[in-house]
């Protein structure tokens, strides 16, 4: 599949990975539809890729919201015709530890609470679904070729501290094979599915840490750095130009071992 003259549709693109994303697909050639909740960021973003010759387009969506997703993708279809690459980057974590206790009395004194738990899921797993379903739809109906990522984690593996998080990237590393055995038997062909798993990537979240915590991170990095925005934006173009890639999840992080540290 061609990058040039394709439609992707990027949630979480007004920082981080979904805007790193946008700006290299539309680098490419391809027309991008950006959605995010900060409408500041989204903003700079749309107009950083215009001001580079890109093609794109931003829209205000709240990704939890089944009616503000289905507007994004009528207006991507409105705007440039078409979907092929949709990229649901939109995420958020709320770290706590499931019962944290006392160290004298042994007693629970804090416990993650419930808001932390849906909020979550909500956005990284119910965001997901509504953003893969409303784009296969159309695509299905027209016939659109193209792929449908999923943006898990290594802490999918589990970290301490991060059971709502863990949980939302260990389901999504799931959905490729669910998806790509659910197309194949309705005969959908068009559509392939594919996780991106990335490491400790180095985005202004990582780089605002105190030195010595990083520092800590890059330590269980065998690579011994940080992965890179452009290597993420580089395997999703692979994965976009490769037909035989299908039906899982892709892991670029280092060879980093979740490292389980407690909060």
Known sequence: MEIKNSVAVITGAASGIGRAIAMNLARHGASVMLADV??????????????????????????????????????????????????????????????????????????????????????????????????????????????????????????????????????????PKILAGEFHARKIKNIRVVGIAPGYVDTPILQGMKPEALEAVVKNVPIGRLIQAEEITGLVEYVIQNGAIHGTTLEISGGVISRGLAK
């Not at 089944?66 to 979907?83: C, D, P």
């Not at 909500?122 to 027209?142: D, H, K, P, Q, S």
Request: avoid cysteine; charge should be negative; glycine fraction near 8%.
């Open 38 to 175: 900060a409408a500041e960021g989204l903003e700079a973003a749309v107009n950083a890729i215009q001001a580079a010759g890109g093609k794109a387009k931003g829209q205000v969506t709240d990704v939890t919201d089944e009616s503000s997703v289905s507007a994004l993708m009528e207006a991507a279809v409105k705007n440039f015709g078409q979907i092929n690459i949709v990229v649901p980057s939109a995420g958020i974590f709320r770290d706590a530890l499931f019962l944290s206790t006392d160290r004298e009395t042994g007693k629970v004194y804090r416990k993650m609470t419930t808001d932390q738990f849906r909020a979550v899921m909500e956005v990284n797993l119910v965001g997901t679904f509504l953003t893969l379903r409303e784009a296969a739809e159309r695509m299905v109906n027209n016939g659109w070729e193209g792929v449908l990522f999923t943006i898990s984690s290594i802490n999918k593996q589990g970290e301490l501290g991060q059971l709502n998080y863990a949980s939302t990237k260990s389901a999504v590393a799931l959905w």
